[in-house]
């Protein structure tokens, strides 16, 4: 059974900085492009960032310089490291696991940037 677990989570002040986990089981991640969305409220899930199974890095422009993605195929885990979060970044992150034929999805991370 393939699961896909994001953590780290939380509310953050404006300025602040969170570091999300997208841990898999049941697939060799590393065969896999991951990508991180979001989904605010009323909004459509749009596309943070992704890393593909080369380690080729691609980033929203409203994120740009700001998150980070990585991965870590030893602990089959993927992060996203987000520094000077704004409010806008407010929203639930999803972990996406892609190759052909296959696409997987985590549950959802809350991340609240608020004062």
């Known amino acids: 059974q393939v699961q896909l677990v994001e953590s780290g989570g939380g509310l953050v002040q404006p300025g602040g900085s969170l570091r999300l986990s997208c841990a898999a089981s049941?697939?060799?991640?590393?065969?896999?492009?991951v990508g991180w969305y979001r989904q605010a409220p009323g909004k459509q899930r749009e596309l943070v960032a992704s890393?593909?199974?080369?380690?080729?890095?691609n980033y929203a422009d409203s994120v740009k310089g700001r998150f980070t993605i990585s991965r870590d195929n030893a602990k089959n885990t993927v992060y996203l490291q987000m520094n000077r979060l704004k409010p806008d970044d407010t929203a639930v992150y999803y972990c996406?696991?892609?190759?052909?034929?296959?696409?997987?999805w985590g549950q959802g991370t809350q991340v609240t940037v608020s004062s």
């Open positions: 996406n696991a892609v190759r052909p034929t296959r696409n997987y």
């Open positions: 049941g697939i060799f991640f590393s065969f896999y492009a």
């Open positions: 890393i593909s199974d080369a380690g080729i890095t």
